[in-house]
């Protein structure tokens, strides 16, 4: 389990702090997502999970090891894998089985082995004929099964993507959340940070994060059913339907609470 | 445009020259390039074109690249060529007005020029059969004496592998910048070189920017990834000198000492 | 402006890329024209032919009848009347200011001293960007001020056309609605606008027409509307804007017609409500 507690963080002493008080729970075979605002802190969160940043105070801790602490910082960025947003600015070899090796490497692998891995990890991301591929004659959704194949090979136990699909076009991004959403399945804990209700849809959880805080946490479905107009105050959206569905209970039509989906509108409506 | 550009291009390929370990062919690279400056005569300099036509054929790349890569330097190469053509003293050839063609000054310029288009040529058929991967690997290995030395050999060979892997990027970002200027009214081809420079520089705030902001995040995936400097590192390639890089350092070395050698006889 | 048998192929190191095929099209004065399709599909591509930055290996591209890519035209003309927006475009701020950002396309076409300045403060204020902004770096803006400004870069050519890649990518929700709105009230104002988009939900709120390209060939162009609701988009790769998913499970209709946007839904589920509870 990863558990955020009472953490607050800020850049610099004399700004304004980014993140108050947050406590939050990722656990294996669990997805938690995170909606915010850009400027909401969702990055500075996303990068405390695996000691990338460091809070001010409260703690992070990833299966009892405190990010804190410099001796267990390498084995926290083992458990933790973490996928960013541009696909561009995250590979970092000239070829693809080169980038999914680079983290085994850093650990120290023995060659032998790392083939192996590198080898299981390329076919699980079903990248397995373009182990020698320049990523740049990648497409963006293809760069981004990189950067997973390159954590997979790592065995991590936690996977968090701070806004990973934001860059990609709907089809690459659906195809992002069905990889998601079937490495959940297979037990990893998951962090998905994004603006996309439909995204927000798939996890246990979703919180919504507002200038540092949390505002709303609850199941998606009690999340995104709420107003729109109290989520276009943290310059966020809910999802088509939903919005129907407030704009329909508005002109008297008696719905059912938390429509998000189309399915679910034409279940009510006949 | 910028992407026409072949040189220090990997052309994908499995013939012999392909398959070599990269220092035995880093070793080749240097002997080939030191021989075409010390040979001085003409049956020398055909000696060495005709090695390097032999090793084009045997890389099976394409002849169109390997003179891609000339057209490129064609420039230099005329100046090259004038500028010692006029400049060295001799037999006058002939003269407009206080310029003077001397044959000795067309002969050196000849040689001058020959001797850039087989660097050229040696160069960039190393860079078409030798990927960058496997390039930094070796430079790596080559630099693992001077590590106790407190060379960073690690951090370079990384270093150039990151620069390769940017390499296509920023040649994209640089052409995405061009259109975004002359889509707005920037006019980059026309007038003399100064004015084209002036009307480049305001691109090189979006490109540093750009640059620095993709430096930060490349750093930050890579600590996410384990990546400390200086902590103890494996690598993904095993360079192993096969039967075939001992015969060809051998063949070379030995053709390079009686190189010398006839030099100081 | 009109393409006639465009064909673009894509010469690389490998073998060559046949981007368009075939493209016929016209863009009339006061369209607003949203171009989709599946990535790779050629969009961006076929904009690029729009300000002559690339040349039809095959076809022409005529503006107001006469070819760009002859002798005697002047692209430098056209490229003033077609103001393009390039996908995050914050990525390409020419200057250390806003001013000098959005002067720069002006500054290109001559425009010096007091017209000068009338041209970015006009442009800012289209966008709703204070005027206050000049001095600032557009490198320190939010995201969406980000935008409106590189959108201001454009408009300070005041271009007759429009030409927009994906708009709203990497925008949070509420920016890109607001930058919609600011697309539809410039299109209100007489601007012809042609955008690239993936978001089905957005092309369907906005109407005007849509063009589909597939593998580099226009497989279906109309209005929006019979576009969106009488071709089968999943054939070539896309979804369909949720509304429309919705209007024929239900059979929804609006003023005679499937419902294409959330207002006519909204209107058309009231209303076969309203028939059943009559009944």
Known sequence: MIAVNDVCFQYNSSEEPVLEHLNLQVRSGEMLTIMGANGSGKSTLARLFNALLIPQSGSVLVDGLDTAKELEQAGIRTKVGMVFQNPDNQIVAPTVEDDVAFGLENLGVEHKEMRERVQLALARMGLAGYAEASPSKLSGGQKQRVAIAGILAMNPKYLVLDEAGSMLDPKSRKELLNIVVELKHQGMGIVMITQHPEEALMGDTLVILNRGKIVHQGTPREVLGLEAALLNQYGLDTTTMSRLANSLRKRGVELPKGILTVEEMVNALC | MLSDLRVGQYIHGKSLLHQLDPRTKLWCLMVLSMASFMLETWLGIGAISLVLLTLMKLSQVQLKWHLSSIKVIWPVLVLTLLLNAFSIPGTTLFGIGSLILTTEGLKAGLLLAVRIVLIILITSLFSFTTSPIKLSGGVESLLKPFNKLGLPGAELALMMSIALRFIPTIVEEGERLLRAAQARGGDLTSGNLLKRARSLTPLLIPLFLGSFRRADELALAMEARGYQVGGRRTSFHELKLQSMDYWVLLFSSISFLALIGTRFI | ?279
Request: charged share 25%; hydrophobic share 35%.
């Open chain 3, 1 to 279: 402006m009109e393409f006639r048998d465009v064909h673009y192929t894509y010469l690389q190191t490998g073998p060559e890329v046949k981007v368009l095929k075939d493209i016929n099209l016209s863009i009339f004065s006061g369209d607003f024209l949203s171009l989709i399709g599946s990535s790779g599909a050629g969009k961006s591509t076929l904009l690029l032919h729009l300000n002559g930055l690339l040349k039809p290996t095959q076809g022409k591209v005529l503006y107001k009848g006469t070819d760009v890519h002859t002798k005697d035209f002047k692209l430098k003309e056209l490229r003033r009347k077609v103001g393009m927006l390039f996908q995050y475009p914050e990525n390409n701020f020419f200057g250390q200011t806003v001013y000098e950002d959005v002067s720069y396309a002006p500054k290109n076409s001559g425009k010096q001293g007091k017209d000068l300045e009338r041209a970015v403060g006009l442009a800012l204020e289209r966008v709703g960007v204070p005027k206050n902004y000049l001095s600032r770096s557009p490198f320190g803006l939010s995201g969406g001020e980000k935008r409106r400004v590189a959108l201001a870069g454009v408009l300070a050519m005041d271009p007759e056309l429009l030409v927009l890649d994906e708009p709203t990518a990497g925008l949070d929700p509420t920016h890109r609605q607001q930058f919609i709105l600011l697309m539809q009230e410039l299109h209100k104002q007489g601007t012809t606008v042609v955008m690239v988009s993936h978001e089905m939900d957005q092309v369907s709120e906005i109407g005007g027409r849509t063009v589909v390209l597939e593998q580099g060939r226009i497989v279906a162009q109309g209005t929006t509307r019979q576009v969106m609701t009488e071709c089968d988009l999943c054939n070539w790769g896309l979804d369909l804007p949720e509304i429309v998913k919705l209007g024929r499970s239900l059979s929804l209709v609006y003023r005679g017609g499937p419902v294409l946007t959330e207002a006519e839904a909204l209107e058309g589920i009231l209303q076969q409500r309203g028939g059943k509870g009559a009944k």
